[in-house]
């Protein structure tokens, strides 16, 4: 591939910094707004943003992003929305944590690489509202381009209903890209996110793809961006309708040790954390998925 991608990269960057815009505005609406039920009283919740910045072996600029964090809001204890654009080389140990693009052909001897996304993991005050994970990005080499991402919804305390909604909106989203694909990307979802150690689900699943190329750039893009855009529908009615619910120390103790369970698995097992942390990526920004508290029993 000797086409550079200009156009599309831009495309893609500039849309993963509006759906940031969107989801961030949309989850300070909630602190906003959350008039009755466990801490309405509270001051509301905004978030802190900053600046990430990296910088190649020699001191040149190798991109960045904005790190978007909210701590101890009234509905959201810890909510992480973070979005990047980087680029530059990618080392041995960076080209292996790419998993499924391990080897491609050209690598080893023109190691550049460009990549932009949206990450969020969201860690609810009450128990009853489950935490949640999505990500959409986009990856260029002058090899290979394709995209991943998805969402996963995180309760401790699940309510088949919730569980129901926030599927059926991923499948709605999808659908329309060919009946084929909620299926395969729920089934990869629970794959992906099987702790192998604790024999289970983090989680009650969701959708998830990585290495998604089918030739047909905007149709990817397309579906991406589709992605995204199942979000916000599938996750913010279920935390206005468990945000008003009481909770005691059992639900509490509950939400603590699941929490423990997510912790485990994005630091044995995630890709994007091991990514981050090998391409020298803000590390903050690259494990503000870990919960503010979490406890093993």
């Given at each position: 591939m000797t086409d550079s991608f200009e156009t599309e990269k831009s495309r893609a960057a500039a849309w993963f910094r509006s759906l940031r815009d969107e989801i961030v505005a949309a989850f300070e609406g909630l602190e906003q707004d959350h008039s009755e039920g466990p801490l309405s009283t509270e001051a509301p919740g905004q978030f802190d943003v900053s600046e990430t910045r990296r910088h190649s072996e020699d001191g040149s600029d190798a991109g960045g992003g904005l790190m978007?964090?909210?701590?101890?809001g009234r509905v959201f204890e810890k909510v992480g929305v973070n979005v990047s654009t980087v680029f530059g080389t990618l080392g041995e140990r960076a080209?292996?944590?790419?998993?499924?693009?391990?080897?491609?052909?050209?690598?080893?001897e023109d190691p550049r690489f460009w990549a932009s996304g949206i990450s969020l993991v969201a860690h609810m005050q009450n128990p009853h509202v489950p935490a949640v994970h999505m990500n959409t990005r986009m990856f260029w080499t002058p090899h290979?381009?394709?995209?991943?991402g998805g969402s996963d919804l995180n309760?401790?305390?699940?309510?088949?209903e919730d569980t129901a909604h926030f599927h059926a909106q991923q499948?709605?989203?999808?659908d329309p890209h060919g009946a084929e694909f909620y299926p395969r990307l729920k089934e990869w979802a629970d794959e992906y996110f099987f702790i192998p150690h604790r024999k289970r689900a983090r989680g009650v699943g969701g959708i998830f793809m990585d290495d998604h190329c089918t030739g047909d750039w905007e149709a990817d893009f397309t579906l991406t961006q589709d992605i995204g855009r199942a979000f916000l529908p599938a996750f913010v009615p279920l935390?206005?309708?468990?945000?008003v619910q009481d909770w005691d120390e059992a639900d509490k103790e509950a939400q603590l040790v699941h929490r423990g369970l997510y912790a485990e698995y994005n630091l044995v097992y995630d890709r994007g954390t091991k990514f981050g942390l090998e391409t020298g990526h803000d590390?903050?920004?690259?494990?503000?998925?870990l919960p503010p508290l979490a406890k093993w029993i």
């Open positions: 978007s964090v909210m701590r101890g080209q292996m944590a790419m998993a499924a693009r391990k080897g491609i052909p050209g690598m080893k290979a381009w394709w995209f991943g309760p401790c305390i699940e309510y088949g499948r709605e989203k999808l935390v206005r309708k468990r945000r590390a903050n920004a690259v494990l503000m998925s």
